[in-house]
């Protein structure tokens, strides 16, 4: 089905010719009115309408609807404010200053985002290749389950040295783009296309990286991608290093959830202790993922209150998960199973259709 064009309604040259400009960046061709559309759908379809403070008061009786933007020319008046609560308008833009907010809005509706998407990081709360391989293996079934139950879904292997989350979900032949392809993006990166050019492996779209020796991936590149995949809605999943590079430090701030793995043993919980330390500051809310079976008077209780953190689950050992994966069965691909109970259970708790709780 072919989306509705933006709107523009305004009867300013001067004005238009700006609009027009912003619309050209963003990669939209709007309609233009002079006045309220006579057609009812003209005014309610488009995904945003630009209405301008020339026009604002002949746009007073018309139906209010959702993404109405007042956009005004080099002009801070107090009155524009009461135009647009008249209008219904969410904002008021002025330019130049909110020109690149424009276009971003202008863009948005062009790729038809439906909302930031719900992301979360999993980090191990230890090191040694048994940490790195949990964390892994909960990123990759919290994105099997995501995509079960019927959200748009997209897998980011954060983790450079990890081994490739692709080869994990049997995908590594599978033809796509990988991080090193990504490595100049800077700035907005479309959304649309991001999904389109990556590997699609059981209904998540992936990003891995190469068998080639992985380069670093600036932060900037970090930023313009998952920027670019949170705005298409759904469920974002990144495996994490347990570094602070500047590259993780970026994309421990994209985070609206961490989630810290964490082995029921002291010498995990003493090391995890760190993490919440040099992690903790970048994340927005960060808690604490548990894993049996328990060492002596250990609990999942007591490990989050240690490292005060709130309890996000007990993940519950599963000892066939290796086997599985030596049958070439990703981790958390068999929804009956532990792993696969527990994404389950997580996403109900945490996300809602089309977007984050």
Known sequence: M????????????????????????????????????????????????????????????????????????????????????????????????????????????????????LTVGVVGGRGGAGASTLASTLACGLALAAARAGHRTLLVDGDPLGGGLDVLLGGEREEGRRWPDFAASKGRLAGGALEESLPSLRGVRVLSWGREAAAPVPPEAVRSVLAAARRRGGAVVVDLPRGSDPSSTEALAQLDLGLLVVPAELRAVAAAHRMVSTIGPAVRDLRAVVRGPYAAGLDERWVADALRLPLAGELPYDPGIVGDQDAGVPPGAEPRGPLGRFCAAFWERVLVPGGAA
């Not at 309610?44 to 002949?58: E, I, K, N, Q, R």
């Open 2 to 117: 072919r989306r509705a064009k933006p709107l523009i309604v305004t009867e300013d040259l001067g004005l238009l010719d700006d609009l027009l400009r912003l619309c050209a960046a963003a990669g939209v061709e709007p309609e233009v009115h002079h006045r309220v559309p006579e057609r009812r759908a003209s005014w309610t379809d488009p995904p945003l309408v630009l209405v301008g403070d020339d026009a604002a008061a002949h746009c007073r009786g018309a139906v209010r609807r959702p993404g109405t933007l007042l956009v005004a020319r080099d002009r801070d008046d107090p009155g524009l404010w009461r135009l647009a609560v008249e209008l219904g308008a969410e904002s008021v833009l002025r330019l130049p200053g909110a020109e690149s907010l424009l276009v971003d809005r202008l863009a948005d509706a062009a790729e038809g985002a439906e909302g930031a998407a």
